[in-house]
């Protein structure tokens, strides 16, 4: 009988896996930064997306403190890190 994608849990019973398509699924605003600065560094961060935390004296820490209190800056954020995730698939 062929695998499937279903796992029986502790009584017998078959659940089935929810597999999400959404890049941002179980991805945290710090590690989308993490792999943005490794990717363009902070200096294309500030060209693409034109806010302080990316051009002055960047660091994590204080674009997860603004990113977290300025919604459309983190929609800008998100947004690239979908379309880098979408072109990394890409051949």
């Given amino acids: 009988m062929p695998p499937d994608d279903q ?4 009584e017998g019973r078959t ?4 597999v999400s398509k959404d890049p941002l699924h ?4 710090e590690m989308m930064l993490h792999q943005l600065v490794a990717v363009y560094g902070w200096e294309e961060m ?15 820490s204080s674009s997860l403190e603004f ?5 459309w800056a983190r929609k800008k954020v998100e947004d ?12």
């Fill in 7 to 10: 796992d029986h849990g502790p």
């Fill in 15 to 18: 659940t089935a896996h929810f």
């Fill in 26 to 29: 179980g991805v945290t605003l």
């Fill in 46 to 60: 500030g060209r693409t997306i034109r806010i302080r935390c990316f051009t002055h004296k960047p660091s994590i």
């Fill in 67 to 71: 990113l977290r209190k300025t919604s």
């Fill in 80 to 91: 690239w890190y979908r379309l880098t995730k979408a072109r990394s698939r890409t051949p």
